[in-house]
């Protein structure tokens, strides 16, 4: 069943700024008429990628603080890895799936997109804004 009403965000949120802010609000405006899921990935999979001491805040804070956002409807704790998601994108067939131009995976992810009749929105990154850069700041102090 196509959830055409549906846009599809995935991050790590952990120690939220400024760029995650406009990642949301940019992500509800693509199309302000679908409901917004925002995917928390796990604990695990953060720390896979960008190494021990991540993420600074559990899962589970990082996705109650999604549930205070405004433009968030509805926020999912992901149990496992981003490569999981794919079988997720295809049962759950949402409209768009936005991303950051910074986006690493963003033709496997369109590549998703595209075989579910869905579209895949690249966000320019604006600003320097950066959970890791905000880490480094506060241990130089």
Known sequence: MRHDSATVITGSFDIMHLGHMRFIAKA?????SN???VIVLSDDAIRERKGQGRPFFKQAERAEFLTYLK???YVLPWPGKWQDLR???TEARPKL?????SDEGIDNKREVMESIGGEVVVQKRVGN???SRIIEAIGDL
């Open 28 to 32: 509800k405006v693509a199309d302000p």
């Open 35 to 37: 409901v917004l899921f």
């Open 71 to 73: 433009d968030v409807d």
């Open 87 to 89: 079988k997720f994108l």
């Open 97 to 101: 799936l936005v991303v950051n131009d």
């Open 129 to 131: 804004h950066s959970t």
